[in-house]
């Protein structure tokens, strides 16, 4: 019993987060930076912040992540760290030469309040960064918001330095994906290819976080958003962003400084959230939606109708990140489950007004959300009245040991497994694979629990 000192008794804790159900804003502004083409992230902070972020990503995507760092010592703790970012900054452009460096701030530089904007401009007036190399950050104290706030930042930043309206229309429509696996991106593109509809998608992480091993050594993959794409989201004709959180604040920034009107939908995750997105893009681009696209669907619809009887009336627990979370929970109540337990750390109030519209058919749904939530009180929770089910990232693996439940790893980060790096979970693919992990694992439990008599061959 790894987490034997867990009780169900609830008691007042104000001061206290035991597991918090988030991390700092970051990681989520380094992943954000690495889906665009060329770029080297760097984080303007002590070096213990860079090898944290760094570490985060390249357990959950196993790949080696890039990232560079201002390496405060103390003189900097103290007089600020703008010695250290025009150095690191020149340094960056000499040896790695990099077309785009994204810098995003820590607690300490943030607390100090080093202004990035203007050391940017004082290493470009030394010649330290080429005519050539660009040089943009977002603002990421991890004191606030979470991961995801700090993705969002980062992405809105890209529109607010790069996206230009030049006045001659390009006719295509800005995809912002929001926080989703390389595997989700690359499944967004093909849904918008199959609807023949041109996309600008950024940040796209894709050809980066799950890039193929050539045996040719490039410092900067393949894949990634141009400066050029970015820039041109200024022309498009219209912006779909998924995911409120990680999404919105780019779509906005799209319609209030280059005039591209736009929507922010749900993560395209399950069934209705994947019509919502189908149709939307569909209508942004006036195209109708191709044969082989329905026919994914009903490939969806007839998995979920043969296997109902294995979903229906289970008991779901989950944690992680918003957008994730409100699409997650309305895809289990069309499987017939009942997300009971909900959790996150990201703060924003529109989380629960989003989250309680969902599940207003579940009265016994009990939601935690802010800075001090925690996966201790959702264990409580369980303690209290079980689950079936589990469903986040790789912190639950305790909880799924300790109390039996099956367990499906959604999220980040997850530390020990490989699948979402290859199996998206958006779209009517993702559809597929999502309830078919949730399958495998309660056939697993029952094989495992069944009495000799009852063990069956045959589903
Ligand atoms: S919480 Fe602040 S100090 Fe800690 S790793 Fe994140 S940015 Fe650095």
């Known amino acids: 019993m790894l987490l034997r000192h867990t009780n169900a008794e609830v008691a007042p804790r104000e001061a206290l987060t035991v597991n918090p159900a988030k991390t700092c804003q970051p990681i989520g502004a380094m992943y954000a930076a690495l889906g665009i083409r060329d770029c080297i992230p760097h984080s303007h902070g002590s070096q213990g912040c860079c090898a944290y972020h760094r ?17 405060f010592t103390e003189g900097s703790s103290v007089f600020g760290g703008q010695a250290n970012l025009l150095q690191g900054l020149e340094t960056l452009f000499k040896v790695y030469k990099p077309r785009v460096v994204a810098v995003h701030t820590t607690c300490l530089s943030e607390t100090i309040g080093d202004d990035i904007s203007q050391i940017a401009r004082k290493a470009r007036e030394e010649g330290k960064v080429p005519p050539e190399g660009v040089v943009f950050h977002a603002n990421t104290p991890s004191y606030v918001g979470s991961h995801v706030t700090g993705f969002a930042s980062m992405v809105k930043k890209m529109v607010d330095s790069f996206s230009e309206n030049t006045g001659t229309p390009n006719g295509r429509v800005n995809l912002v994906p929001g926080w989703v696996e390389p595997a989700d991106m690359r499944e967004l593109k093909r849904v918008a290819a199959l609807l023949n509809v041109p996309i600008t998608m950024f940040p796209d992480t894709s050809g980066v976080l799950d890039r193929a091993l050539t045996g040719q050594y490039k410092l900067f993959p393949e894949g990634g958003a141009t400066l050029e794409e970015i820039k041109s989201a200024g022309d498009s004709r219209y912006s ?15 319609d209030s400084k280059c005039k591209v009107p736009g929507e922010v939908l749900d993560l395209p995750i399950g069934l209705a959230a994947t019509d919502r997105f189908v149709d939307a893009l569909r209508k942004a681009a006036g195209v109708p939606v191709p044969p082989a696209l329905d026919y994914e669907r009903g490939r969806v619809v007839d998995l979920l109708s043969d296997m109902q009887q294995y979903f229906y009336g289970k008991r779901v627990a989950l944690w992680g990140d918003p957008d994730q979370l409100v699409s997650l929970c309305e895809y289990l109540l069309t499987l017939g489950m009942r997300p009971v337990y909900v959790v996150t750390g990201t703060p924003g109030k529109q989380f629960l007004e989003r989250i309680h519209e969902v599940l207003k058919d579940i009265p016994e749904a009990k939601i935690q959300q802010g800075p001090s939530s925690d996966m201790y009180l959702l264990h409580q929770w369980i303690k209290q009245e079980k689950v079936d089910l589990l469903i986040g990232n790789s912190y639950g693996k305790y909880i799924s040991r300790d109390e039996e439940i099956p367990f499906v790893r959604h999220g980040f980060p997850i530390l020990d497994r490989v699948n979402h790096t290859y199996r998206p979970t958006v779209g009517y693919q993702g559809a597929i694979n999502l309830a078919l992990q949730v399958l495998d694992v309660f056939l697993e439990k029952k094989d495992r629990e069944a009495l000799e008599e009852n063990f069956e061959l045959i589903l």
Do not use: M
């Open 55 to 71: 570490s985060a990503l390249s357990r959950h995507y196993k790949e080696p992540v890039l990232a560079a760092t201002s390496s």
């Open 240 to 254: 779909l962003g998924l995911g409120p959180f990680a999404s919105a604040p780019a779509v906005e920034a799209l």
